[in-house]
């Protein structure tokens, strides 16, 4: 089954109907879902939420956006990692689109992540957002400190971003964006990516993939863009799930196959 390596479950979005959503996903093939946190207040509820199903996991982290003035410590992320429900850190990254955070802030916290990850092991899933080349370099001076795994999230970005991930071991998440009609540039460098290293994810409630767009996203509409992606790799839909699957698994060690 499909792996959504990527949602946001703990959403007011989702309030109200989370259980019949988390069911579709499962009636859609989606068989595991990660929960990911985009700040410290909403870790309970997002760890609460995995804790009630076992193909439910989540992530600790601080989303760049909620980074202004935070005075989060490797420390304090690595004592809310110690949890089994916890598969991951972050995300976290760089965001100078809408710049909602200072970049100092932003960088300074990206490395208390980074630092959080190759300390407790868990992989490190990243946010970048005009900001390729910044984020690029810290990864690469941090893993020269000592070597961590990780993903890029939501993929839409240069093929330079893509290669520097790629040569430090990262893996490269694609959402619903591959599927939209102006998205040409990104699938040509999607054709380019070795299967060995591809996820899937919605980020839902956002970036609803073709044909769902103008809808509220969810882990169900992963398996659209598996099917999208396959007929762009030339892969059968059930290999190119088994390939994603059995990656996401081996980056996310600590979580475990359910059925």
């Known amino acids: 089954m499909l792996v959504d390596s990527h949602c946001h479950l703990d959403f007011d979005s989702f309030d109200e109907d989370r259980g019949a959503v988390i069911e579709r996903a499962h009636a859609a093939g989606v068989g595991t879902l990660v929960t990911i946190s985009t700040s410290l207040a909403g870790f309970e509820k997002s760890r609460a939420i995995a804790g009630e199903y076992d193909h439910v996991w989540c992530s600790v982290g601080i989303h760049p956006h909620n980074t202004e003035g935070v005075a989060t410590t490797t420390a304090d992320l690595l004592a809310l990692a110690d949890h089994p429900r916890v598969v991951g850190i972050g995300e976290t990254g760089l965001d100078f689109y809408y710049e909602h955070a200072p970049k100092e802030d932003q960088i300074r916290q990206f490395r208390i992540h980074i630092a959080?990850?190759?300390?407790?092991?868990?992989?490190?899933?990243?946010?970048?957002?005009?900001?390729?080349?910044?984020?690029?370099?810290?990864?690469?001076?941090?893993?020269?400190k000592g070597?961590?795994?990780?993903?890029?999230?939501?993929?839409?970005?240069?093929?330079?971003?893509?290669?520097?991930?790629?040569?430090?071991?990262?893996?490269?998440?694609?959402?619903?964006?591959?599927?939209?009609?102006a998205a040409g540039d990104?699938?040509?460098?999607?054709?380019?990516?070795?299967?060995?290293?591809?996820?899937?994810?919605t980020d839902s409630p956002y970036l609803a993939p073709v044909?769902?767009?103008?809808?509220?996203?969810?882990?169900?509409?992963?398996?659209?863009?598996?099917?999208?992606?396959?007929a762009e790799l030339g892969l059968e839909s059930e290999d190119f799930a088994a390939i994603t699957t059995d990656n996401f698994f081996?980056?996310?060690?600590?979580?475990?196959?359910?059925?």
Do not use: Q, W
């Not at 044909?211 to 396959?230: M, Q, S």
């Open 211 to 230: 044909p769902h767009r103008g809808k509220r996203n969810e882990p169900a509409f992963t398996a659209d863009t598996a099917r999208f992606v396959a």
């Open 186 to 201: 990104l699938r040509e460098i999607v054709r380019g990516l070795p299967a060995a290293r591809l996820l899937v994810e």
């Open 250 to 259: 081996a980056l996310f060690s600590r979580a475990r196959r359910c059925g």
């Open 116 to 144: 959080a990850a190759r300390e407790s092991g868990l992989p490190l899933i990243v946010h970048t957002r005009d900001a390729d080349r910044e984020t690029a370099e810290i990864l690469h001076e941090e893993y020269r």
């Open 147 to 181: 070597a961590f795994t990780g993903l890029i999230h939501c993929f839409s970005t240069s093929r330079y971003m893509a290669e520097k991930a790629l040569e430090i071991g990262f893996y490269i998440s694609l959402s619903g964006i591959v599927t939209f009609k």
